[in-house]
């Protein structure tokens, strides 16, 4: 990291947040490239950072420094996770409308089937 925080446990809590910025960085990419199979695979990883990170951060308590680095990592995160949120609200939509389209045209295709029986 270069610059000093203070106690290692400080370096440890500072290089785990890092790692999950990281991770969603990398879920926005994804996100946005609409990558979804890679998006989805990230994901487990993130989910099992943020586990990790939650039970090293019991009972630690960081320096201002490094309480206020990772009061900015938590900023970052918060920006990357929204963004991948929206890119995820939007393709449920598309697939919400593509299932009501389909539902339609099966409707429509039984309707005529069935006028075509009578």
Same mark, same amino acid.
């Given at each position: 990291?270069?610059?000093? $925080?203070? *106690? *290692? ?8 947040? /890092? !790692? ?6 990398? =879920? ?7 990558? $979804? #199979? ?11 950072? =943020?586990? !990790?990170?939650?039970?090293? /951060? ?7 420094? !490094?309480?206020? %680095? ?15 949120? /929206?890119?995820? #609200? ?6 919400? %409308? %593509? ?13 005529? /089937? ?5």
């Amino acid at each position: 990291m270069g610059e000093q $925080w203070g *106690p *290692p446990a400080d370096h440890d809590i500072l290089d785990r947040y /890092e !790692a999950i910025r990281d991770y969603s960085r990398m =879920m926005q990419h994804y996100a946005r490239a609409a990558d $979804w #199979d890679r998006l989805l695979e990230l994901q487990t990883a993130y989910v099992s950072a =943020m586990e !990790a990170l939650a039970d090293a /951060e019991l009972d630690v308590t960081l320096s201002d420094g !490094a309480n206020d %680095r990772k009061l900015g990592l938590i900023g970052e995160i918060r920006v990357a996770e929204a963004e991948v949120r /929206e890119c995820l #609200d939007r393709r449920l939509s598309e697939l919400s %409308r %593509r299932m009501a389209d389909s539902r339609h045209r099966l409707h429509v295709a039984q309707a005529y /089937e069935t006028q075509g029986r009578a």
